[in-house]
């Protein structure tokens, strides 16, 4: 009887700690995220037929881009994207060009600065091993418009300029379709910067590694980031 | 003695809801690992590698440029999870749908079927057609299914794919093809067909509706 009860209580502490181990993946990468409130948000291009204006919903944005040390857990944890073996398909022969190996980030890299020279479909890889996803270009739009912008550079480090979206070819497929006036077709055509932005996007490919690209993550606000990663394991 | 009940009764009853628990979340695992599996061994028939391993590593022996290198499960018509590299070894004639498109694809499904009219019958057993859909709200297995039988493709050189927006998009990426939602829930969409080889490298596009089926067949023949 004794002896029953010890083994119960044996197992149960080795199941919690089990449990607490699966979860602790997750949990890592949850408190840096920032709650963006749903709104209207201008679209620069507009599209035949729609409104002009469209909703976000609310979602959770990364306070900071993914940096080099975060990559490189994910690296650790998926060889396929090492250095040495991701396949050109999904990344150009820039990719992670200034680290010094495949888990290496050798003297010139700083660990806290953001990571760049990483393709989408790596960014995308990234955000779903991390149990989130990127921001669609309405998302990253809408929060960094003028109300939101402090609340998010205050933990950014300025080096990354731009960063990938989900749906940076979707941004693409609007302006090229928008393309002919140039700016004749856009809502505020004195939004130097999101020109900049889209004329950027508009001339990625997805498997482009760029010096002063990065990405950070996203997350919708009702999903249970521990059960994802556990049904996608 | 009493004091142990005590405090063996939630102890067991937690040890209960804990293996209930892992269960639950072992069971989830290993159905994925039979999908996967059962799809390594459709894809892999007569070829003597290990299916287990090949999963780990996910890219089998496809070059660097072929999309088989994409990992993502997709569910055919009638409901089977498939990964892209079931087509590997066939010459592969693959376009991006929405089955509600009311315009374009129809026409894309019509060039192709005339395409595969005209290819001569010893030919066409190296090739298969594959419609992917860019709808997955929308187009579940049983409604592709249904498509299939409106449009009346032969399925033993047709399959029909359905699977997740990050699926869809990671797709659309490989091969350049750009989609957007409107309000009403339609799509403007590229007009693409994309010839592969038997390798899942891309080969040759067709961009456009008015290409003849001479013309497509001479592109596939390239």
């Known amino acids: 009887m004794k002896l029953s009860a010890l083994n119960i209580t044996l197992l149960i502490i080795a199941l919690t700690a089990g449990l607490l181990a699966n979860s602790k993946s997750a949990s890592k990468f949850l408190p840096k995220m920032i709650l963006i409130s749903g709104g209207y948000y201008l679209p620069l291009f507009k599209d035949d037929g729609e409104t002009a204006k469209e909703f976000v919903k609310s979602f959770y944005l990364d306070s900071h881009p993914i940096t080099n040390a975060e990559y490189l857990e994910f690296v650790k944890a998926n060889s396929q994207w090492r250095k040495s073996k991701v396949k050109r398909i999904f990344a150009d022969a820039n990719y992670l060009r200034e680290w010094k190996g495949d888990l290496e980030l050798g003297k010139n890299v700083k660990a806290n600065d953001p990571v760049c020279n990483v393709s989408w479909f790596a960014a995308n890889a990234y955000s779903r091993w991390a149990g989130k996803r990127l921001p669609t270009v309405s998302e990253w739009e809408f929060a960094f418009s003028k109300n939101l912008i402090d609340k998010i550079e205050k933990l950014n480090s300025a080096k990354t300029f731009y960063e990938w979206t989900f749906d940076f070819n979707e941004s693409n497929f609007q302006a090229s379709s928008a393309c002919g006036g140039a700016g004749s077709s856009a809502n505020d055509p004195t939004n130097y910067a999101a020109f900049l932005r889209f004329s950027f996007r508009n001339s990625l490919k997805p498997n482009y590694c760029l010096e002063d690209l990065g990405f950070r993550c996203a997350s919708g606000i009702h999903v249970n980031i521990h059960d994802k990663i556990l049904s996608e394991r | ?222």
């Open chain 2, 1 to 222: 003695m009493k004091n142990y009940l005590i405090a063996f009764i939630p102890a067991a009853l937690l040890a209960l809801a804990a293996f209930t628990y892992v269960d639950v979340v072992n069971g989830n695992s290993s159905k994925q690992g039979n999908q996967i599996q059962s799809l390594q061994t459709r894809s892999t028939a007569g070829d003597k590698e290990d299916a287990c391993c090949k999963v780990e590593e996910g890219t089998g022996n496809h070059s660097d440029k072929s999309i088989y290198q994409l990992k993502s499960v997709w569910k055919d018509q009638d409901g089977n999870s498939v990964e892209l590299k079931i087509f590997a070894g066939k010459k592969i004639v693959l376009a991006m749908i929405y089955t509600s498109c009311p315009t374009a694809c129809p026409v894309i499904v019509n060039n192709m079927q005339k395409l595969e009219a005209v290819i001569p019958q010893k030919e066409l057993k190296k090739c298969h057609f594959v419609l992917i859909s860019i709808d997955p709200q929308r187009d579940t297995p049983s409604r592709l299914k249904q498509y299939a039988v409106e449009k009346q493709l032969d399925m033993r050189r047709w399959t029909l794919l359905t699977g997740s927006k990050n699926n869809v998009a990671e797709l659309a990426e490989l091969i350049g093809f750009r989609y957007k939602k409107n309000s009403n829930g339609n799509f403007i969409h590229s007009n693409l067909i994309t010839f592969l080889d038997e390798d899942g490298v891309i080969k040759n596009q067709s961009e456009g509706l008015g290409q003849s089926s001479n013309v497509l067949l001479s592109i596939l023949n390239k």
